[in-house]
């Protein structure tokens, strides 16, 4: 049984340079690259704001993939814009500008509909909003969230109130470093854990991504390791992490069986898409997956993994 998964985060347009080329008004955002990735495996709900210059048929070719868009709202002005240039080493980049237009007041509103989605990824806005979003929806199965340094900077008293709230969380290593207090990736995850997580997932980017759970020994956490998918040409960085977290969770909810094995194969999926985004700019590497395609990297990232 296919279960659903709903995703609140940003949608915006972005102008992108790397080695590889440029793109104008290339669609992006975290919510747009999770929803496409989780809805190569389940049924995706949106919740988002655009501008008015948001296209129809953006929206039609969100909807033709099996995500519900009836959680988006399209507020007078102009969408959130995000400028950036990659350096020839594409782990690097500069951010050029940063134009958050009508994403600057967004307040989710969870469409009734929605409220009973079994699993909910809460994507990177202000924990303040994350936490409104949660006391909106009616006990879901499985929630989790990412965050980034600005809200560990300006807000970790709010964040760690949410943190308190969902069963998984998503962060990088520098992340990590500020939310605990600790340069030592063990005793960083170790504090996490004892903030009453049971499952954080740490991403690295071309070096994969770890998986630290607690199962019944609530003092010892064990880890999981996942490289990333091996790309002979990453075109377009942007989006790799939102991607990867909609293959976790579309895949998850896929399962709808919520145990370490799941998991662990989720972080595998995750991998798995965030190596198809890198691959052309914007979405369109995403757009031209198949289930063949997932299930053929899946058999060689496996074989990486396992002895």
């Not at 279960?3 to 347009?13: F, R």
């Not at 995000?82 to 594409?90: A, E, S």
């Amino acid at each position: 049984m296919n279960n659903s998964v709903l995703v609140i985060g940003s949608i915006a347009y972005d102008e992108v340079e790397t080695p590889f080329g440029k793109r104008e008004k290339a669609l992006g955002g975290s919510a747009v690259f999770f929803s496409i990735a989780a809805s190569l495996f389940t049924k995706v709900k949106l919740v988002g704001v655009a501008g008015e210059d948001f296209s129809n048929s953006t929206i039609l070719m969100l909807k033709e993939k099996g995500i519900n868009t009836d959680g988006l709202e399209i507020a007078p002005g102009k969408t959130f814009r995000w400028g950036g240039k990659y350096h020839d080493d594409i782990n690097f980049r500069d951010t050029l500008y940063t134009d958050l237009n009508v994403f600057a007041d967004f307040k989710p509103s969870i469409p009734d509909h929605y409220k009973d989605t079994p699993y909910v990824f809460l994507g990177n806005i202000q924990p303040s909003l994350q936490m409104d979003v949660i006391n909106q929806l009616n006990k879901p199965k499985f929630t989790a969230l990412d965050t980034m340094n600005l809200w560990i900077n300006t807000a970790k008293d709010e964040l760690q109130e949410v943190i308190q709230k969902i069963d998984l969380l998503m962060i990088n290593d520098s992340e990590l470093r500020e939310l605990s207090g600790e340069l030592n990736l063990l005793k960083g995850l170790k504090y996490l854990h004892q903030q009453g997580l049971t499952y954080i997932v740490v991403k690295k980017g071309e070096h994969g991504a770890y998986l630290s759970y607690i199962l019944n020994d609530k003092e010892h956490s064990e880890l999981f390791y996942v490289p990333s998918f091996p790309v002979w040409e990453p075109k377009d960085p942007t989006g790799a992490g939102d991607s990867f977290a909609g293959g976790f969770m579309g895949y998850l909810a896929s399962q709808d069986n919520i145990n370490i094995k799941t998991i662990k194969n989720a972080l595998i999926h995750g991998s798995i898409m965030g190596a198809f985004c890198v691959e052309d700019f914007s979405i369109d590497a995403l757009t031209n997956i198949d289930k063949n395609k997932i299930s053929h990297r899946y058999n060689i990232l496996k074989n990486l993994v396992l002895v």
